[in-house]
């Protein structure tokens, strides 16, 4: 159950915020700025590739590698194609975890390891197997761990991860916190600047900071839920299975980013798809059991002791202006045939990143009051 009044709460807020998420969340426009500075002292802007490498790489463990590598793969486009080299192993545990390239890896591709640990020795094994494969190595990682040892001595680029003064050694209880993402993103993002496989020089990164601290300042725990975008997300999801459709190529990333955050930080199940498909791929269940038309509350439900049941809310997250082709109009209309209510979430104009920013910024936001309003 979702304690309400907890959210318009500062202080019991902080009380329950014992992993450090929305102070996380508050400084992502800082942590980018630390990044972006770290991996110019690193090199990264002067950097003069002969060209566009054949594949990007991605390796690292958990879900913070997993959102890099979809960040980075849709706005590279169809420059490069961008893989993500997943683990194997018994365990998500460190020292459990392997990671292999593919066969035809050579001396014109490139692999990008990011991890908020760098104490893993399948990551270290890697990088070695790049340099006997003559391919260019980049890492982010913690400074002074096993993984910055081994990229230098495979000749690559190692950029430390921006951390910040409260936690040790880069790690943080969650690889969907908010810190952790924008750590390992901005480096890399530098890189396939320099590459030209994206635009992200330093005047975008900033602004993309400044996009981030706009939304820290709409969405903090000192601002009312009525007019707290994330406060009033956290507050419609709070009985409901989140159904996220998503609009728009940017979109996508932060739609499964959103998804995971719930499940992560919060414990809450969630179901993304893609617009148009979407319409298809979920109009059963919105017409199945979930619906809220399919099982109306129970008037002699125990208000006290049985929980209400759970029913699907769309959650539409767009970057795309209302004009022009867009399926949000037949998305409206299929959920609302059905009872489910639906919430949208449309960034401010601005650059492919810069709107990305602020998508991703709110749902980790809303994810975080919902994970601290439920006890998570």
Not at 53 to 61: E, K, T
Not at 117 to 134: I, V
Not at 272 to 282: C, G, N, S
Not at 356 to 368: C, K, R, S
């Amino acid at each position: 159950m979702l304690d309400e009044s907890l959210l318009d709460t500062p202080e019991a807020l902080s009380e329950a915020d014992r992993r450090g998420l929305l102070r996380g969340a508050a400084e992502a426009g800082a942590r980018v700025r630390t990044a972006s500075r770290h991996a110019a002292e690193a090199g990264v802007n002067d950097l003069k590739p002969d060209g566009r490498p054949r594949a990007v790489l991605i390796a690292g463990p958990g879900a913070a590698a997993t959102h890099v590598a979809d960040l980075l793969g849709t706005l590279a486009g169809a420059g490069s194609p961008v893989i993500r080299l997943a683990p194997t192993g018994v365990a998500p545990a460190a020292g459990a975890l392997r990671w292999e390239l593919p066969g035809w890896t050579g001396s014109i591709d490139l692999l990008l390891i990011a991890t908020p640990d760098g104490t893993e020795p399948g990551l270290s094994l890697l990088a070695d197997q790049a340099y006997r494969r003559g391919c260019t190595v980049v890492a982010v990682a913690p400074a002074e761990t096993p993984l910055a040892e081994a990229v230098e001595g495979a000749h690559g680029m190692f950029v430390p991860l921006a951390t910040a003064p409260y936690e040790q050694n880069g790690q943080q209880l969650a690889a969907s916190a908010p810190g952790v993402l924008w750590a390992l993103l901005t480096p890399l993002l530098a890189i396939l600047d320099r590459t030209g496989l994206l635009a992200a020089p330093p005047d975008v990164l900033e602004k993309v900071a400044d996009r981030l601290d706009h939304i820290a300042e709409r969405c903090g725990p000192a601002i009312a839920t009525y007019s707290n975008p994330a406060k009033t997300l956290a507050a419609e999801l709070a009985d409901a299975l989140p159904v996220i459709w998503t609009e728009g190529v940017s979109a996508g990333p932060a739609g499964r980013r959103f998804a995971a955050a719930l499940a992560e930080l919060s414990g809450r199940p969630a179901l993304v798809a893609e617009l148009p498909e979407a319409l298809a791929a979920h109009s059963a269940l919105l017409a199945g059991p979930l619906a809220a038309s399919a099982d109306p509350d129970d008037f002699f439900r125990d208000r006290v002791e049985e929980p209400p049941a759970l029913h699907a809310r769309v959650v539409l997250l767009r970057d795309r202006p209302l004009g022009g082709l867009s399926a949000a109009p037949a998305a409206r209309e299929l959920a609302l045939s059905h009872d489910t209510p639906i919430s949208e979430l449309e960034p401010e104009e601005g650059a492919e990143l810069e709107t990305l920013a602020e998508l991703i910024a709110i749902t980790d936001f809303a994810a975080v009051y919902l994970a601290l309003a439920s006890g998570a």
